[in-house]
């Protein structure tokens, strides 16, 4: 089955600084994939996805880009906020399949 | 607002204990999937609904029970709650097919002590 890897956190960062959240997979076949956000005491929404090879998934200044050539799909942003503080979630769906494989979870903690 | 609805949002029981968590969904959408979330374990999949009045087990389904009431409505029953079953419980759905971006609830913190 599908299984992805992210990068152990908690990440704690000053307001401004550079984020990157490192996440692989294996899958089967070419997958979507897909980074959801969870605030504090929220559920988990759709961050950004990208569905093919060199895609790239933006959104609130966040971007992943689709590398298949490292099965990978790390996240960034060039400037975090407090308000960005929360857990992200990597998650590979593989072609044929209708239910995502979600990583473990990457804390980010953003201080002033 | 459209969304996800889950209650109750805390749940305290004694080992042995039923219960059953509600879900219900407005968006129309056509399946909806039931997860606990654990420290460190991230989201496992304990039952998911493809479409009305079909069900499907997870990967962690063992001690759970899953009704599809209708379109709108899919609950989780715990007959026998057990310590291990200490978790936050988050419900989903999804237009099914290939259209797969999820929407949550905001989850149910359920305590067996």
């Known amino acids: 089955g599908d299984s992805v890897t992210q990068m152990e956190g908690p990440v704690t960062l000053s307001e401004e600084a550079f984020l990157t959240i490192n996440c692989t997979y294996t899958a089967t076949g070419y997958p979507s994939l897909f980074w959801y956000v969870q605030y504090p005491g929220e559920g988990l929404q759709l961050l950004l996805k990208a569905t093919k090879a060199d895609d790239k998934g933006s959104n609130k200044g966040f971007e992943a880009t689709y590398r298949k050539e490292t099965t990978s799909f790390h996240l960034e942003k060039g400037s975090v906020q407090v308000s960005d503080s929360a857990v992200y979630f990597c998650a590979p769906l593989s072609g044929g399949s209708y239910i995502p494989t979600f990583g473990r979870g990457t804390s980010l903690i953003v201080h002033p | 607002n459209a969304g996800v609805t889950q209650t109750p949002k805390f749940q305290v029981l004694k080992t042995g204990q039923s219960m059953t968590l509600q879900c219900a969904q407005d968006m129309n959408h056509n399946s909806m999937y039931w997860y606990r979330q654990d420290p460190g374990m991230g989201l496992r999949l304990i039952y998911y609904s493809a479409s009305e009045g079909t069900t499907d087990k997870g990967e962690v389904p063992n001690g759970y029970n899953v009704s599809r009431l209708n379109k709108r409505e899919f609950s989780l029953r715990l007959e026998s709650a057990a310590p291990s079953q200490t978790s936050v419980y988050f419900c989903?759905?999804?237009?099914?097919?290939?259209?797969?971006?999820?929407?949550f609830g905001s989850g149910t913190r359920l305590t067996v002590v």
């Open positions: 989903a759905s999804s237009e099914g097919g290939n259209k797969i971006v999820y929407t």
